[in-house]
């Protein structure tokens, strides 16, 4: 019998007894659906080195998780612009929009415990745990969010669909990977990333619960990115500024960006991947081995942080999708701590 085969009957017998709902049965069913040789490629790639071809190529066709991207508190330039660099990129359009409005980014001054219910939404119906990227004060709605999904503000965390626009009268989700029912709260995000986000703002905003927790990253998420530019005065560190850092098993990364780069126009990364030099360099980035940037004569700003995240997205891309595929063809089981 041929593993589709098999991921086949997996999930009808989970449906005959009621084990998954229409959604979480829907994800499984693309993943098993997926032509073996694409499926065998997803599975041979290493999440960190995924190359241009591998984007093009293989991951393009399977599905993506969801990213959301926050605006700032003042989005003179929102996060539209930075969303607009990933789908150059090759990131499909379709998983940054919303779909209620189609927006490509959202506002910081929208609600964490929604946007927590929503991640659970999208991880049951797509099988793929979403992204999280904020700049400024969307990076602080991050952190928070970060921390609704840990139980820190509710106990428990309602489902939001957010098609309907509306919560949903349960706090739990059959789990898409392994069908085993489990609440909101405890779910964990592959990657999460805040930019220039600082305590000042949560100050003069009278953000006081954030104070205490902005530097300090729960274990509801694997991989965290928090970018800092020296001598930030929106952001306040002029000073210097506190270093991320796990509160527990989270692997947290700080990127401290060149003292040129402008708070406000971080966003602004899409002439990066329509020039060929700074496209090549950011395909080629590795956190652990930098090449020096392109040659001045280059329109180079805000290289940085567009390759390193480009870098983690692609990265939590193959692994959702390996993680979609390898559920669909086993027996359900614990797969995600």
């Known amino acids: 019998m041929t593993p589709s085969a098999v991921a086949a009957r997996i999930v009808a017998f989970l449906l005959a007894l009621g084990a998954l709902p229409a959604a979480a049965s829907a994800a499984l069913e693309r993943a098993h659906q997926l032509d073996p040789a694409i499926a065998a490629r997803v599975l041979a790639l290493s999440p960190d080195d995924i190359s241009e071809a591998d984007v093009r190529d293989t991951l393009a066709s399977v599905d993506a ?3 959301v991207a926050l605006d700032g508190s003042i989005a003179v330039v929102s996060m539209q612009a930075f969303a607009e660099f990933l789908v150059a990129m090759g990131y499909p359009e379709e998983r940054l929009r919303n779909p209620r409005d189609r927006s490509l980014s959202r506002t910081s001054y929208d609600d964490s415990e929604r946007i927590a219910g929503e991640l659970a939404w999208y991880y049951e119906h797509d099988g793929m745990m979403p992204m999280l990227i904020g700049h400024s004060q969307g990076g602080m709605l991050v952190i928070r969010t970060l921390y609704e999904l840990a139980g820190e503000f509710h106990q428990a965390v309602p489902v939001f669909d957010p098609i309907a626009g509306r919560a949903l009268e349960r706090t739990t989700i059959h789990d898409p990977l392994t069908g085993a029912t ?11 990333a805040a930019l220039a986000t600082g305590k000042l703002a949560r100050v003069l905003l009278g953000q006081w619960s954030m104070l205490p927790r902005l530097r300090l990253i729960p274990d509801t998420v694997e991989n965290f990115t928090g970018f ?3 001598g930030d005065i929106i952001a306040g560190n002029v000073f210097g500024d506190e270093p991320y850092r796990a509160s527990g098993t989270a692997d947290v990364r700080n990127v401290t960006l060149p003292p040129t780069y402008s708070h406000i126009r971080l966003p602004l990364t899409q002439h990066l991947a329509q020039q060929s030099v700074t496209r090549a360099w950011i395909d080629a980035y590795r956190p652990d081995a930098r090449e020096p940037p392109p040659e001045s004569g280059i329109d180079a700003s805000n290289l940085l942080h567009a390759a390193d995240i480009w870098f ?8 959702e999708a390996q993680r979609a595929i390898r559920a669909a063809n086993t ?6 701590s």
């Open 331 to 336: 027996p359900p089981s614990a797969r995600r």
């Open 182 to 192: 489990r609440p909101v709260v405890g779910l964990k995000v592959g990657y999460a």
């Open 312 to 319: 983690s997205v692609k990265k939590h891309w193959c692994i």
């Open 65 to 67: 998780p969801r990213i």
């Open 228 to 230: 800092t530019i020296p």
